[in-house]
Nanobody
Framework: QEKLAESGGGPVAAGGSRRLSCTTSGSIYDKNCMGWFRQRPGEEREVVAT????????WYADSVKGRFIISRNSAEHTVYLSMNDLQPEDSAMYIC?????????????????????????????WGQGTQISVSS
């Protein structure tokens, strides 16, 4: 059963823009850190942006800072990744993930994890991914 549903991938010309969406259930979205990862063939998965669903605390990888924006719609339990000025090196499978923590964990602790890119482990929830292909 798919718990995170991504959409918005596809081909795009260099310099173009694309917005990815990730929709999930309230139990996964609420009070957790949501993130976008990307993975190129033969490379490890890397986190590119995270957002804390309570107060918008965000983090970005240096490689996307100033070009990508992560945002949320809490009413729809949806997280977005708006990608601008896309370059061929941005081509990858983009994967949405939820950094799930126990409900007893203090929000300040979850926020601090999210502010530094999340604390990803085997208990987290992952989507299937959506492909972005940037042509030069």
């Amino acid at each position: 059963q798919e718990k995170l549903a991504e959409s918005g991938g596809g081909p795009v010309a260099a310099g173009g823009s694309r917005r990815l969406s990730c929709t999930t259930s309230g139990s996964i979205y609420d009070k957790n850190c949501m993130g976008w990862f990307r993975q190129r063939p033969g490379e490890e998965r890397e986190v590119v942006a995270t957002i804390y669903t309570v107060d918008d605390t965000q983090w970005y990888a240096d490689s996307v800072k100033g070009r990508f924006i992560i945002s949320r719609n809490s009413a729809e339990h949806t997280v977005y990744l708006s990608m601008n000025d896309l370059q061929p090196e941005d081509s990858a499978m983009y994967i949405c993930a939820a950094d799930v923590h126990p409900s007893t964990m203090m929000s300040s602790v979850v926020r601090s994890y999210c502010a530094f890119g999340g604390s990803w482990n085997s208990g987290d929830v992952w989507g299937q991914g959506t492909q972005i292909s940037v042509s030069s």
